[in-house]
């Protein structure tokens, strides 16, 4: 059984650890603002530029394509696993880690390269002897479109190559606090799918000057870049949001155990106290009749 000093050396303990949750849940709250203004400005532009790569891909036809859009039938993937370089996050890094696994379960192991951003994807699949091509980690706190552009660039010149077929992105998408969906977007070759999009709402016929070849040449490695960028503050957004609400309930239950400690602690103190006025009230009574005989 647990000794008194035992339990209040307990409850200091989780006390401390209480303060502890309760400051990273109020820095991450403070990171989160930023980076939650950020996503929400990023996204618009990415969906007008996306709408814009389709007008253009309608214009350009089937006569010209540029690199970036050619359809391989090769079976070489690589994927792009966005995680963090920090736990304490709840499942946030787990999640995209499960998808990344029955990604590759799904393909050819063997065909399959990985891309691993943060320390938390790294280490994983480190220890589990996955070759990884290439990695980058340190960068979070100081994410700039830099980091984004030097990535996208490394992807698109593995792909001008001939080195992969496909290359997908796999990252956390920031939904809200509590919610951040484990999602994968193909980058390369970049999906015709906008193009279907523009015709449907094809009311006004642009002209193109120098004309949509020359802009695709510009806009596509711009467009790749965005989307790359995007999916790193996806991600970074998701994990303040997912380190906030994972604090916020550690520090609860942090107090929860507090509590049931304390009323331990009030339990064992009252057993000593009655055990000590037991041991006075039997002595007494031992000597009364000591007196008696």
């Known amino acids: 059984m647990a000794t008194l000093r035992d339990i209040r050396r307990r409850i200091r303990s989780v006390e401390s650890t209480q303060k502890i949750t309760r400051a990273m849940k109020l820095v991450a709250a403070a990171k989160l603002r930023r980076a939650q203004e950020?996503?929400?400005?990023?996204?618009?532009?990415?969906?007008?530029?996306?709408?814009l790569l389709g007008n253009l891909v309608s214009a350009a036809g089937e006569g010209a394509p540029h690199p970036l859009l050619e359809q391989r039938e090769g079976p070489r993937r690589q994927i792009v696993i966005i995680t963090a370089d920090r736990g304490l996050a709840g499942a946030f890094n787990s999640n995209v880690v499960r998808r990344a696994v029955d990604f590759i379960r799904q393909s050819n192991a063997a065909e399959v390269t990985l891309v691993v951003v943060g320390r938390k994807g790294r280490d994983f699949f480190r220890r589990r002897g996955h070759p990884i091509k290439h990695e980058m980690l340190g960068f979070w706190d100081r994410l700039a479109y830099g980091h984004a552009s030097e990535l996208a660039d490394y992807l698109m010149r593995q792909y001008l190559e001939g080195e992969v077929d496909e290359v997908h992105l796999l990252y956390n998408e920031f939904r809200s606090v509590a919610v951040q969906r484990p999602v994968r977007a193909q980058l390369l070759p970049i999906p015709r799918a906008g193009a279907e999009a523009a015709e449907e709402g094809a009311g006004v016929d642009y002209i193109y000057e120098p004309g949509p070849e020359a802009i695709l040449r510009d806009l596509l490695p711009r467009h790749v870049r965005t989307q790359v960028f995007r999916a790193l503050m996806e991600s970074l957004a998701g994990e303040y949001g997912a380190r906030m609400t994972a604090m916020e309930a550690a520090t609860k239950n942090a107090k929860e155990m507090i509590g049931v400690l304390t009323i331990q602690y009030n339990k064992a103190r009252q057993e000593k106290i009655t055990k000590e006025l037991?041991?006075?009230?039997?002595?007494?009574?031992?000597?009364?009749?000591?007196?008696?005989?």
């Not at 950020?38 to 709408?51: D, N, T, V």
């Not at 041991?279 to 005989?293: F, M, N, R, S, T």
């Open 38 to 51: 950020r996503i929400l400005a990023a996204r618009p532009y990415a969906s007008k530029m996306a709408e």
């Open 278 to 293: 037991l041991d006075i009230v039997g002595g007494a009574e031992a000597l009364k009749q000591g007196a008696e005989a």
